[in-house]
């Protein structure tokens, strides 16, 4: 099931691996920007006219009533319910961590450095929906904005065709603090989050998975509001030792190839024996699990293995790969993380399956895919806050210093910028 591949061919396979995230064709982004256009010029009525062209619903009113939620949230199942609490918890003590403090300096007597840290106003959470639902998705991308302090967190979701939300959804928003929801889906959604209509007031941020339209419209609209990321196809790479179960390597790698035909997942091994232990489980297992055609493509396209010397050798391959979901299944997994530079989020020891950190775990499942995990990294706290810094100078600083800014500012030519601090000294500068 998985192809083996010589360990000397890791950059082509790094460039198969990212072809999965081809650009966006321009006959889809010409198509998202024709919507957003329409939104942006015509508002509300724009966005109802596409709810009713893609959606095929008529629908008066976006928004999500406090009645319509606690409706829905009563078909809840109650296991459901207490798992999505337990997550909720575990996320939250998570993130609380990454909470940042502002700071004032005194460089000093009269000179004074600051820098606050403060959460952005207002963001719009995109939420899928169609027949597959996302509840945990609610939780990864709403909570962290919660915990830095965003007061207004909008939730936009498609409709069904009863007009409704699903159940789980309304109930994972409730949970994670989400204080708006509105019943719109696709382009003409992003495009009402990034401008505002008379219903749907805009936001600063917009974050949150879609389809290939959706994609495409956080790419245009970004600039006038932030994004998260334009996330690729899941992957997973998994670095095992000897010892390392067999059944529970098949199962962590059926796990990513389920999701998309193009979800990638790669084993790095010490032993062809380990390997073809693992292949005979992919087998066994996947033949009775619902998704077998997806998993087949997946594995078929992009399941890949490579039987290294070491684990050193196999971190080293990781970290050029720089994969979503990194599963380091040894003996002694912290004695290996140092050396991990370039991962999405890591998964240590033979019990930690990558499931416990997609709901669970309380790490963050909002992560850069496709190689970018070398310059990018998980949705967290820091996405939602930006930081703004301060000087204060007295009249003696300025006295003090002033013959060094405008000796600067003269090489660069800008008199003007020369000039505001001269002013401010009671002696003349050449």
Do not use: W
Not at 80 to 90: L, P, Q, R, T
Not at 361 to 379: D, E, K, M, Q, Y
Not at 423 to 430: A, L, S
Request: aromatic fraction near 8%; glycine fraction near 6%; charge should be negative.
């Amino acid at each position: 099931m998985l192809c083996q591949i010589n360990k000397k061919d890791t950059k082509e396979l790094m460039n198969y691996l990212n072809s999965r995230n081809q650009e966006i064709s321009s006959d889809i982004l010409i198509r998202a920007s024709k919507i957003i256009e329409d939104v942006r010029m015509n508002g509300d009525e724009a966005c109802k006219k596409y709810t009713k062209q893609f959606d095929g619903i008529d629908i008066d009113s976006f928004k999500v009533t406090q009645e319509e939620i606690d409706q829905a949230i009563l078909k809840c199942d109650p296991l459901f319910c207490e798992s999505m609490k337990k997550a909720k918890d575990n996320i939250v003590y998570f993130h609380q961590a990454q909470k940042q403090n502002s700071y004032l300096l005194q460089k000093e007597k009269g000179i004074y450095l600051g820098q606050r840290v403060l959460p952005l106003e207002s963001v719009g959470i995109y939420v899928p929906g169609g027949r597959a639902q996302y509840p945990s998705s609610v939780l990864m991308n709403a909570i962290p904005a919660h915990v830095a302090g965003v007061k207004r967190i909008v939730m936009v979701t498609p409709p069904s065709k009863e007009g409704s939300i699903h159940p789980n959804i309304a109930y994972a928003a409730k949970l994670a603090g989400v204080t708006e929801i509105y019943k719109i889906g696709g382009a003409q959604a992003i495009a009402a989050l990034a401008y505002g209509t008379k219903s749907i007031p805009g936001v600063d941020k917009i974050v949150g998975p879609g389809n290939i339209y959706v994609a495409a419209s956080k790419k245009l609209v970004y600039g006038k509001v932030d994004i998260d990321m334009i996330a690729g196809p899941s992957e997973i790479l998994v670095i095992a030792d000897d010892k390392a179960n067999p059944e529970y390597l098949a199962a962590d790698l059926l796990s990513q190839a389920e999701h998309d035909p193009m979800a990638s997942s790669i084993l790095l091994c010490l032993s062809e024996d380990l390997l073809n232990q693992v292949n005979l489980e992919l087998k066994k297992q996947s033949d009775v699990l619902p998704k077998k055609e997806i998993i087949e493509q997946s594995l078929q396209n992009y399941g890949k293995a490579i039987v290294c010397d070491s684990i050193e050798e196999c971190i080293e391959i990781s970290n050029a790969i720089a994969p979503e979901h990194l599963e380091l299944m040894t003996e002694d997994p912290m004695r290996y993380l140092s050396k991990i530079i370039n991962a999405g989020s890591v998964f240590m020891g033979y019990y930690t399956c990558e499931s416990i950190g997609d709901y669970f775990g309380g790490t963050n499942h909002v992560l850069p895919t496709s190689g970018t995990a070398r310059f990018s990294s998980a949705l967290g706290v820091d996405s939602f806050i930006k930081k703004s810094s301060y000087l204060y100078y007295t009249k003696e600083a300025i006295e003090s210093y002033g013959k060094y800014i405008v000796s600067m500012a003269k090489q660069e030519n800008l008199d003007a910028h020369a000039n505001a601090a001269k002013v401010r000294m009671n002696h003349e500068t050449d």
